[in-house]
């Protein structure tokens, strides 16, 4: 069975920084597009970053870029999401998602198996 479970969420001041986890069960990380989501209160879900299935590179949204870095851990079947520099509007729940068809991974409303999300909250 398919299970996506993140950690590592928590409350930080602004200009803190967190590392989220995302641990895969039941699949290979490596045979999927993979990324990040985030869903702020009264905002819709939005994905901020992400990793090719095809060759394994990475894109970012213009809202993280230079803040933000993706890594993916292939023996411990782990997803991270390094966040530094954090600002208050980046305080949303974080999802990780798989896009089980796409070779590409920024085809965003393709995603198709998700994680519970976990809280992240930055404090002005």
């Known amino acids: 069975q398919l299970q996506l479970v993140e950690s590592g969420g928590g409350l930080v001041q602004a200009g803190g920084s967190l590392r989220l986890s995302c641990t895969a069960s039941?699949?290979?990380?490596?045979?999927?597009?993979i990324a990040w989501f985030r869903q702020a209160p009264g905002k819709e879900r939005e994905g901020i970053v992400c990793?090719?299935?095809?060759?394994?590179?990475?894109h970012y949204a213009d809202s993280v870029k230079g803040r933000f870095t993706i890594s993916r851990d292939n023996a411990k079947s782990t997803l991270y999401l390094q966040m530094n520099s954090l600002k208050p509007e980046d305080t949303a729940i974080y999802y990780c998602?798989?896009?089980?068809?796409?070779?590409?991974?920024?085809?965003?409303?393709?995603?198709?198996?998700w994680g519970q999300g976990t809280q992240v909250t930055v404090s002005s």
């Open positions: 998602a798989i896009d089980q068809m796409s070779y590409y991974c920024q085809r965003w409303g393709w995603y198709d198996y």
């Open positions: 039941g699949f290979t990380l490596a045979d999927y597009s």
């Open positions: 990793i090719n299935k095809s060759d394994g590179s990475t």
